[in-house]
């Protein structure tokens, strides 16, 4: 996302769903990156690339220099569509399997940032995924790489960052210029973020499920932040608690809470707002699109609701006009590598688009996801998603029933296609299995581009007969 210009404006909302909570094993990582209404995102593939001398990154944001390793794996991702302020790179997966996604905007307090302030040219949100993702061979060693350049250079920045391999996923958490904490999220466990410091109590003789910058202990107790003889509660200690935090962040998390666990009492602007929470039934994809693609429904809050006006915008919904793509990246179990990672990629705004997979052991991206510039151009798919929106929006009433009509029609199309793609790779190998993957994805673009190419055809249709200056007269005159 467009930082450096557009700071205030950035937001973005996660989760996390351990294997054991997911209806069919898998580990999902997912979230919406919300920067600006018109701001598009590209999808690519790089190779993988083993150099004679070492690059040197160089960021464009906060000119955070690096080193880099000589070889870099293949992996994919979502960068801006121009590089003029950066890559953002944003989400992706690796050769070898591991997902990442950078980053959940958050903020610090006051209290800590006075004894630890960020570091103007430190590591920030536009270069994590370019710096960690091809250089890592599991989710823990992507928290350990990272926490090792926070410690090393100092962030600009506070936000969490999610990471997942077939054996676990983790979310990460930078506060300060060089304090960090990071938590495997339990594989019976999920959890929602949006846009606050949200780990709590960390155990921190419990290796296994919880890391952190080496001095951190030492730093809280140093500045009287955090007394040795009480839990030491992350978000307590570092987070904010602001009027904003219960109007902008929290009702976020409370109302993917109530998808997944309705069973579960929880206010809407509570202060308290568990990081880890077990969910009612067993977690399905389209549960977790659901929540990404959310806007409150069936509550009085919901900002295109039949309810008062003063409601329905007293909170910030988690699907919204400004977010550049949303991704669900699946780690499916016992199947082969290749074809276990699944990238579902929506682009634009997530309500009014559609997951499309994406095998991750493709090593090509279709065309039409790797262009898209500041004006519309109908060759490109972030441009394609975000005119079906604009059309939704503007009979909102009128066509938000055909949208999901569509919706629904394609996404089991898709699943119908993935299913029939699983079985047909099951027998390949080598290039002829990533070529095969390439075709697939080829595939599924293309169905999805087709349905809402229909859909926008018949909506720019309709639309001819509801214009405010149409008037009831006699067919005949």
Request: aromatic share 10%; hydrophobic share 40%; net charge negative.
């Amino acid at each position: 996302m467009q930082k450096q210009l557009l700071t205030s404006l950035s937001a973005c909302t996660s989760i996390l769903v351990g294997k054991q909570a997911s209806a069919d094993g898998s580990i999902f990582i997912g979230r919406n990156e919300d920067s600006k209404a018109a701001w598009p995102k590209h999808f690519i593939s790089h190779p993988r690339q083993t150099h004679t001398t070492a690059p040197v990154f160089k960021s464009k944001d906060t000119g955070f220099t690096l080193t880099l390793p000589l070889t870099q794996a293949k992996y994919n991702a979502t960068p801006e569509w121009t590089t003029e302020f950066g890559v953002f790179e944003e989400d992706g997966f690796n050769e070898y399997g591991v997902a990442m996604s950078a980053t959940e905007s958050a903020y610090a307090n006051e209290r800590v940032l006075a004894y630890d302030p960020l570091v103007k040219n430190g590591i920030a949100e536009e270069a994590m995924v370019t710096v960690v993702l091809p250089y890592v061979k599991t989710a823990r060693a992507g928290v350990l790489r990272l926490g090792e350049l926070v410690d090393q250079y100092g962030t600009a920045e506070t936000n969490g960052i999610l990471f997942a391999d077939n054996t676990e996923a983790w979310y990460m958490e930078t506060a300060t210029g060089h304090h960090w904490v990071a938590q495997r999220i339990p594989d019976d466990a999920y959890a929602v973020v949006a846009n606050q410091l949200s780990i709590q109590t960390i155990d921190f003789m419990d290796q296994e499920n919880f890391l952190s910058s080496a001095t951190i202990q030492k730093f809280a107790r140093q500045h009287h932040l955090w007394r040795t003889d009480t839990p030491f509660n992350f978000r307590a200690i570092f987070g904010t608690h602001t009027q904003s935090d219960f109007i902008y962040n929290t009702p976020r998390v409370w109302y993917g809470q109530k998808i997944l666990t309705p069973t579960q009492p929880q206010k809407p602007m509570s202060d308290d707002l568990p990081f880890i929470q077990r969910a009612t039934q067993p977690i399905t994809f389209e549960q977790i699109a659901q929540i990404l693609g959310s806007h409150y429904q069936g509550t009085k809050y919901d900002p295109v609701g039949r309810g008062k006006a003063k409601n329905q915008h007293k909170f910030r919904p988690i699907s919204l006009a400004k977010t550049q793509e949303s991704h669900i990246l699946q780690i499916r179990p016992e199947l082969p590598a290749p074809v276990a990672d699944i990238h579902w990629l929506a682009m634009g705004v997530t309500a009014e688009s559609i997951y499309v997979p994406f095998y991750a052991g493709a090593d090509q991206t279709p065309a039409d996801y790797q262009i898209g510039g500041a004006t519309y151009d109908p060759k490109s798919s972030y441009w394609l998603y975000k005119l079906a929106g604009v059309l939704v929006d503007s009979h909102y009433h009128a066509f938000s029933q055909l949208l999901s009509g569509v919706q629904t029609a394609t996404h089991t199309e898709l699943l119908r296609a993935v299913a029939q793609h699983d079985a047909a790779a099951q027998v390949l190998t080598g290039t002829a299995l990533i070529d095969f993957l390439n075709q697939a994805n080829q595939q599924h673009a293309d169905l999805a581009r087709t349905n809402f190419s229909a859909l926008i055809a018949d909506m720019i249709t309709q639309a001819t007969d509801l214009s405010p200056l149409n008037f009831n007269t006699d067919e005949n005159l």
